[in-house]
């Protein structure tokens, strides 16, 4: 299969002045086109350093990645966030909808930003909740939505570009298990029906168990790689 991602020796500093972070020492990483793959491993091993870094919201220290070809620490960063819009989504743990605005509002955001017309945008936006189970509830606002509607419309949100890749951190993370499940289920079967790729970083065995490939990393290194 295509690699969509191709990480070589990649190295992250975090120098704070009085103490230098290694938080990744030399990690090497190959994702293919539509594969689902959790990153796990105990907290401060590096794997929301590494998500932030392949994905190009974090500089590089030292390595080089690739998505698509493309060297994105390459870009300048105009072109690396604009690049960011057109070909990735993004799902956090805490949901970032914005309060005063209805799901569909939520979700045809980044559309407006990036210069789509209205029209067009809240046509996409409809779509891309319809595919999480949400149009009925496009008028309303977060605060009438629960925990697992909210990020169902954060995942509509990650998607409403049609993304080539999504990047999940911990996209459980503040949910109960019931809905935990559930919003996992919803990505695995978006994965298999659209061929996105997802790289999701977790903490809970239950959520690594249902992606295709699970990567384990200690002290700023990958130590094992398994395929479920």
């Known amino acids: ?17 009085k ?16 594969e689902m793959v959790a990153v796990m491993g105990p907290s401060g091993c590096g794997k929301t350093t590494l998500l932030n870094c392949l994905s190009g919201l974090d500089d590089l220290s030292e390595g080089q990645v690739l998505i698509e070809g493309q060297d994105v620490h390459a870009m300048k960063d105009n072109k690396r966030t604009d690049y960011r ?20 509002e939520n979700v045809e955001l980044p559309l407006l930003v990036s210069g789509t017309r209205s029209k067009v945008a809240r046509e996409k936006a409809i779509s891309a909740l319809g595919l ?32 080539t890749i999504v990047w999940g951190d911990e996209p ?23 061929k996105q790729t997802f790289v999701v970083v977790t ?11 699970l990567v384990e990393m200690r002290n700023g290194l990958i130590v094992r790689e398994t395929t479920t």
């Open 85 to 104: 819009a057109e070909k990735m989504g993004f799902i956090f743990q805490n949901f970032n909808l914005l309060p005063v605005l209805t799901a569909a």
């Open 172 to 194: 459980t993370g503040n949910l109960d298990s019931e809905n935990s499940t559930e919003v996992m289920e919803l990505l695995v079967r978006l994965n298999r029906e659209n």
């Open 203 to 213: 903490h809970d065995p239950a959520v690594g168990k249902m992606c295709g490939r």
């Open 19 to 34: 103490i230098q972070v290694k938080a990744l020492k030399g990690v090497d990483i190959e994702i293919a086109q539509g």
């Open 132 to 163: 999480v189970g949400m149009e009925d509830w496009k008028d309303h606002k977060p605060s009438e939505l629960s925990g697992g509607q909210q990020q169902r419309v954060t995942i509509a949100r990650s998607l409403v570009n049609n993304p």
């Open 1 to 17: 299969m295509t690699s969509i991602v191709s990480a070589k020796n990649v190295y992250k500093t975090y120098d704070t002045g």
